[in-house]
Antibody, heavy 118, light 111 residues
């Protein structure tokens, strides 16, 4: 069964950075793009970008360019998303998502709650 | 990159059918068939229920169907059941930028 496993929660102070990991299993990691999608409390889904697990290429949404870095480590089938210069507006659940086609997000991690608070 | 437009809420009684719209532009929804729909229950991750405008993943009920006309995609749920009460999101790919974009979400209430 395809799995994307994320840590449960992280707490950071304003101005800090957070790195969220996404450990995949039961599929060929390098055949897919891994996307990151966030959801602020009570709000909708917001697409952040993707990393090509095969070659490491990335594409970031304009709202996050300059502040987000998506990487992958094929030796441990893990994708990471690091977001810098956090503010309270970045408090959200962050999901890693496998895409098996354009805009076809077929498997989702359970989400990691990132809370930004002093 | 603007979010796709969905109604904030829809409602229906058990057994009825409802339709949720998702309006974009010729650069995303109207430009190709890469439109998907997701169902999200409270506290859970979203679940893919329609991809490629009208295709259902294995295991998704045939009560869910998708279509598109011009820049607007639609999700129809027939034979409404209590378990269908959830938030629904559309997504679309933007070919020119390789971006994806989501709709604002629609809360479905089963009366």
């Amino acid at each position: 069964q395809v799995q994307l496993v994320q840590p449960g929660a992280e707490v950071r102070e304003p101005g800090a950075s957070v790195k969220v990991s996404c450990k995949s299993s039961e599929f060929t990691f390098t055949d897919y793009h891994i996307h990151w999608v966030r959801q602020a409390p009570g709000q909708g889904l917001e697409w952040m970008g993707w990393v090509n697990a095969k070659n490491g290429d990335t594409n970031y949404a304009q709202n996050f360019r300059g502040r987000v870095t998506m990487t992958r480590d094929t030796s441990i089938n893990t994708a990471d998303m690091e977001l810098a210069r956090l503010t309270s507006d970045d408090t959200a659940v962050y999901y890693c998502v496998r895409s098996s086609g354009w805009s076809k997000f077929d498997y989702w991690g359970q989400g990691s709650l990132v809370t930004v608070s002093s | 990159q603007s979010a796709l437009t969905q109604p904030a809420s829809v409602s229906g009684s058990p057994g009825q059918s409802i339709t949720i719209s998702c309006t974009g532009t010729s650069s995303d929804v109207g430009g190709h068939n890469y439109v998907s729909w997701y169902q999200q229950h409270p506290g859970k991750a979203p679940k893919l229920i329609i991809y490629g405008v009208s295709n259902r993943p294995s295991g998704v009920s045939n009560r869910f169907s998708g279509s598109k006309s011009g820049n607007t995609a639609s999700l129809t749920i027939s034979g409404l059941q209590a378990e269908d009460e959830a938030d629904y999101y559309c997504s679309a790919y933007t070919i020119s930028s390789a971006f994806d974009v989501f709709g604002g979400g629609t809360k479905l209430t089963v009366l």
